[in-house]
């Protein structure tokens, strides 16, 4: 077992973060599946997995349920676990919902809410919407159920900050403070609600109303007022959720492709995990460009390329030219990724996991198996 797993092993909670594309849901769904090989009882939960990797899953069913990925699918890959491994995948529409209704004062505030067009459109849409409610199911997961690993995989923040503050955006959106400055000139200080309706003299709410039409308004106030009483109640559970990544049952897991970019990006967030308090189990450099020429000295030209090999050097010279071409150009392709992924060992240190770029992208079983081989 690698530096990253070993990590992992004393934690119940591992949350895989990183820039877009870089292998978050790849390296989540192995993390899982190596733990569910040694006997534990895991939980992977994903964010819009690739087809084929849901399928592998066995997640091609709704959203937000917990499903066994079945032995039979195992079996398939020649894979024996000792454990089990569930999946499942994040709906965000339906943890905004959830949330409602937990903090709904009663059934029929609750209906206006869910049945509210602009929550309808505003919910899902919202900008860091997707990572707080990922957090929120991990808060969920970990409070209600008895996994002995929950494994999150997180949505492609454009930037690291994105996911660490989603929570206070989320609750400047329940708490109106965009609306608020929005419709400050319509509504003067003070409540909203029905109120949006009744001044109607204010130019946003002017021509709002010409645009959309009064009902469309009436939501908006309707919408404003009934999130206004909730208030209380979503601070209370942000706060909590915002606690749990700071226990230390729970460990970040960085992902970065060996790129420039990607390194600084997971850097600074290194940074951010440790001011805040939140810890990192490790890093994990991914696809990474394995070198191939073993000696010290540069690959040589053609022929002594072949006579190096071992071979008289009698063969086709055009290939051993070209194939030498290949070799120095894959050397220097190679080296720049040793380069990165020593940034990465020095910037952010602890258990580290060099995973190279592997045959076919990870979309089944055996995938997954052969990436945790390396984490
Ligand atoms: N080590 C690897 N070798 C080869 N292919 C890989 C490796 N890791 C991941 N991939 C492939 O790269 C693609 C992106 O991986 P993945 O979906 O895990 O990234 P992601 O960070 O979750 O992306 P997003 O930010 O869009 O959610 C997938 O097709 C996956 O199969
Ligand atoms: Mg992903």
């Keep these: ?49 690739a087809r084929r990797l849901a399928t592998a899953l066995g997640l091609d069913s709704l959203g937000n349920s917990e499903a066994l990925v079945p032995p039979e699918a195992f079996a398939r890959s020649g894979l024996a676990p000792r454990g089990q491994l569930h999946a499942m995948m994040l709906d965000v529409k339906r943890t905004w919902d959830d949330l409602v209704t937990r903090h709904a004062p009663d059934a029929a505030t609750r209906d206006r809410i869910l049945g509210n067009r602009i929550y309808q459109q505003v919910s899902g849409a919202l900008a ?8 929120e199911k991990l808060y969920e997961l970990s409070t209600e159920r ?56 204010g130019f946003v709410a002017k021509t709002l109303s010409r645009f959309t039409g009064s009902d469309v308004l009436s939501d908006v106030g309707d919408f404003l007022g009934q999130f206004q009483g909730m208030y209380d109640g979503f601070k209370e559970r942000a706060s909590a959720v915002r606690s749990l990544l700071t226990r230390p049952e729970v460990g970040f897991v960085l992902v970065a492709s060996p790129s420039a970019l990607s390194v600084d990006e997971a850097l600074f967030f290194h940074d951010h995990l440790r001011t805040a308090g939140m810890p990192v189990a490790g890093t994990v450099a991914n696809r990474v ?23 008289s050097g009698q063969g086709d010279p055009e290939l051993a030219a070209r194939l030498a071409s290949t070799l120095a150009q894959h050397e220097t ?10 940034r990465l060992r020095r910037g952010a240190p602890g258990p580290h996991a060099a995973v190279p770029r592997l045959e076919g992208d990870v979309h089944d079983l055996s995938g997954l198996a052969a990436l945790a081989r390396h984490l």
């Excluded at 492609?156 to 929570?167: G, K, M, R, S, V």
């Excluded at 392709?333 to 020593?342: G, I, M, N």
């Design 333 to 342: 392709f190679a080296h720049a990724d040793a380069r990165e992924v020593e």
């Design 128 to 135: 860091g919407s997707q990572e707080y409610m990922a957090m």
């Design 1 to 49: 077992m690698g530096a990253l797993l070993r990590s992992l092993e004393g934690r119940r909670v591992a949350i895989v973060v990183g820039s877009g594309g870089v292998g978050k849901t790849s390296v989540s769904a192995a993390i899982a599946l190596s733990r569910a090989m040694e006997g534990g009882r895991v939980l992977v939960c994903t964010i819009d997995p």
């Design 289 to 311: 460009t394995r070198e191939l020429w073993p000696y010290p000295e540069p690959v040589p030209g053609g022929v002594q390329l072949a006579e190096a090999l071992g071979g």
């Design 146 to 201: 008895d996994y002995d690993l929950i494994v999150l995989d997180t949505p492609p923040t454009a930037h690291a900050l994105d996911f660490l503050e989603a929570p206070d955006r989320i609750l400047d959106f329940v708490g109106n403070e965009t609306a608020r400055k929005l419709f400050a000139p319509a509504l003067g200080a003070g409540r909203f609600g029905a109120r949006i309706l009744q001044v109607g003299t």
